[in-house]
């Protein structure tokens, strides 16, 4: 009788459908949070639907397409990631991931990794140029080059060019335009070329910085011919002209544009396609070898190769043998891993020390705690207000009115160095802030140049919530006494140094760094706040010496035959600190294609 029972449960149990489950998760993304809704069934993973997120249009797509499609198919969360969408396609999976926990699953039943389909396969192709990088600096060259009847092909590691910091930055700085000559402005070469001179005191090649401002104008003028729309932006630095273009409509259409001009001139474009090393013959560069997202290897011959991959954001490990053991949040393209400056050396390249910089702290502070950088969070935008700042200790370690002049070259030096920094106001801060605005709590210092143009009428209305949101997750503290801020944090000099700087407010002089007296405000009234940020970058600087025609050099200073690079590879256009003249670096990047696609036809035609 028992074996009876036991057998109709059984028949029972198969009978009865398994009911599916909905989890609403989030997981971190590069700008906020990622919704997802999971449906399990019977211990299988059913569907991944995405909701709202704050991810970058035309960047979120591929990820919000393939990865959850990817988990389905496969059963697991160890699918691979969207190139250039890396950290949508990590949020997605740690959403997944904890819709697994909810539903008593174990995750690592479901980490089983993907299938790579073409793993072994070595397939051959060729062209007379490759540009490895479709960002600025790539994408110029290979237009010109393909308008020219050059047969070019670019390969890209991301999904889109639309991941390169090119297409999703401010704008570029730019001469002798259509645009400024229609709005009567004049921006000649000789402006940009002292200003960037006097701030690189020569430790960038002088011939290569001449000749590739002199393209800067073509560069914007190739990319209105593609359709896009560009704007003449203000003077916002005090450069004493206006060089900067902005870019009209959505950072999503950019890369549309570049890519139909692109193709239509007969240039070829492999996207999720990543340069590993180049094809050596006799000490030549004679072609690029790279590996495509199946797993497949693709050998690329051409007769010269253009190294443009932007940097290296996304190389933790490297930024640490140049600035030590620090965390640096991106806030650009973390594709970038130093291919270009890898393949070059291995080439038998050198690289250009001087240049080794960080396009630093553009909009604020950050920290990994909060999300990495949240320009949504008005506790990160005090970093960069000027008042009182201090290293680990609690120590001051310069003169903060850099942050709130010029946080991108001089101030974002400054913190690199300290590796962390932290804001020290009071709740009349917090007050003033939050009512009027830093510029109106200041006095409306009229030469302050740079308040004027970005800091007037501004209110961070949300401030004191956003202080609450930051002290709730641990990057910030608020509290009745220095002393309890300073314990929070472990500060051993912080009190000793608030009493000295509010000496220094009250006497209207700085005697350790000589700020700005207009900058003095005493941190007085409780409670106190102490935010703390780790240094932030856009992209980065330091890449491989070139002759002044962007040809890769030998450490006996001859060029590596048939060997280029253009934008942040190309080191010798850059210096220590960041140029201050607005949308530099990627004017420059956009101008050293032009210029790299001269040369190259040049070298070609010898």
Same mark, same amino acid.
Not at 295 to 308: H, M, P, Q, W, Y
Not at 572 to 592: D, H, K, M, R
Not at 594 to 606: F, G, H, N, R
């Given at each position: ?9 059984? *028949?029972? @149990? ?5 009911? &599916? ?32 997120h ?8 591929p990820?919000?397409? $393939? ?25 997605i999976?740690? @959403? ?5 926990v909810?539903? /008593? ?14 793993? #072994? *396969?070595?397939?051959?192709?060729? &062209? ?26 670019v ?7 639309g991941?390169a ?13 259509? *645009? !400024?000559?229609a ?7 000789? %402006? ?8 690189a ?6 011939r ?5 401002? @002199?393209?800067?104008?073509e560069a ?7 359709? %896009?729309?560009?704007?003449? =932006? ?5 450069a004493?002209? $206006? ?15 570049i ?6 001139? #007969?240039?070829?474009?492999?996207c999720?396609?990543? /340069? ?10 004679k ?7 199946d ?14 991959t ?9 930024? $640490?043998?140049?600035?030590g ?15 270009g ?25 950050? +920290? ?18 000027g ?8 120590e =001051?370690?310069? +003169?903060?009115?850099?942050? &709130?002049? !010029? ?9 690199? =160095?300290a590796?962390?920094?932290y ?16 510029f109106e ?13 970005? &800091? ?21 503290v608020?509290?009745d ?6 314990a929070?944090?472990k ?5 000793e140094?608030?009493?000295?700087? +509010?000496?220094?407010?009250?006497? /209207?002089?700085d005697?350790?760094?000589?700020? +700005? ?20 970058a856009?992209g ?31 080191g010798?256009?850059?210096? !220590?600190?960041?140029? !201050? ?12 294609g ?13």
């Open positions: 009788m028992r074996k009876i029972i036991l057998a109709l449960l059984a *028949i029972f @149990a198969l009978c009865v459908p398994a009911f &599916a489950e909905v989890y609403e998760t989030v997981g971190q993304g590069k700008a906020g949070d990622v919704h997802v809704k999971v449906t399990i069934e019977g211990g299988k993973i059913i569907s991944v639907e995405l909701g709202e704050g991810e970058t249009p035309g960047i979120y797509e990820a919000a397409e $393939r990865v959850p499609a990817a988990i389905v198919a496969n059963q697991s969360v160890n699918v691979d990631g969207v190139s250039g969408a890396t950290m949508t396609s990590d949020a999976k740690e @959403a997944v991931t904890k819709a697994l909810l539903a /008593g699953l174990n995750p690592d039943d479901y980490k089983k990794a993907e299938a790579k389909a073409g793993e #072994g *396969i070595v397939t051959e192709d060729s &062209a007379k140029v490759v540009v490895v990088g479709g960002g600025a600096a790539g994408m110029m060259a290979a237009i010109k080059l393909a308008r020219n009847g050059v047969d070019v092909l390969i890209e590691k991301g999904a889109t060019i991941v910091n090119g297409w999703n930055c401010g704008g570029p700085m730019a001469t002798n335009t259509s *645009i !400024q000559k709005e009567g402005v004049t921006v000649t070469d000789e %402006m940009l070329f002292n200003d960037l001179t006097d701030d005191y020569l430790t960038s090649d002088s290569l910085l001449r000749r590739v401002l @002199a393209r800067t104008g914007v003028e190739l990319q209105l011919s593609t359709g %896009m729309e560009m704007f003449l =932006r203000p003077d916002n630095y005090g004493g002209y $206006r060089s900067r273009h902005g870019y009209k409509g959505q950072k999503a259409d950019r890369p549309g544009f890519v139909d001009a692109y193709t239509k001139a #007969g240039g070829r474009l492999m999720e396609t990543t /340069g590993e090393s180049l094809i050596m013959e006799n000490g030549e560069v072609g690029v070898k790279a590996r495509k997202s797993g497949s290897t693709l050998n690329i011959k051409a007769e010269a190769v253009l190294l443009a932007g940097g290296y954001l996304g190389n933790q490990s490297l930024i $640490r043998e140049h600035w053991d620090i965390t640096v949040n991106p806030l650009g393209n973390t594709l970038s891993t130093g291919d400056l890898r393949m070059g050396k291995e080439a038998g390249g050198m690289e250009e020390e001087s240049s080794f910089a960080m396009i630093s702290n553009e909009f604020g502070g950050s +920290n990994k705690k909060g999300g990495g950088w949240q320009r949504s969070n008005g506790a990160m935008t005090i970093g960069i207000y008042g009182l700042l201090v290293d680990p200790a609690g =001051r370690f310069f +003169n903060e009115y850099y942050m &709130a002049n !010029q946080p991108l070259s001089v101030g974002g030096e400054a913190v690199l =160095r590796g962390k920094f804001a020290v106001v009071d709740q009349a801060f917090v007050d003033a802030i939050s009512t009027v605005g830093l709590y200041l006095g409306n210092p009229e030469d302050w140049y740079v308040g004027t143009m970005t &800091a007037k009428g501004v209110v961070l209305k949300t401030l004191p919530e956003d202080l609450e949101k930051a002290v709730a997750q641990g990057w910030a608020k509290a006494t220095i002393e309890d801020c300073a929070f944090f500060m051993p000099k912080l009190a140094t608030v009493k000295t700087y +509010n000496a220094y407010c009250e006497a /209207g002089k005697e350790e760094y000589f700020k +700005n007296p207009t900058f003095l405000k005493p941190v007085a009234k409780a409670p106190f706040y102490v935010v703390e940020y780790e240094p932030s856009w980065t600087l330091g890449g491989l010496r070139t002759d002044s025609c962007l040809r890769v050099l030998h450490k006996d200073l001859t060029p590596v035959k048939g060997l280029y690079a253009a934008g942040v590879d190309a010798s256009l850059y210096c !220590q600190p960041y140029y !201050q003249v607005e949308g530099t670096a990627v004017g420059l990047a956009f101008g050293s032009i210029y790299a696609a001269d040369v190259i036809m040049s070298d070609l035609a010898k």
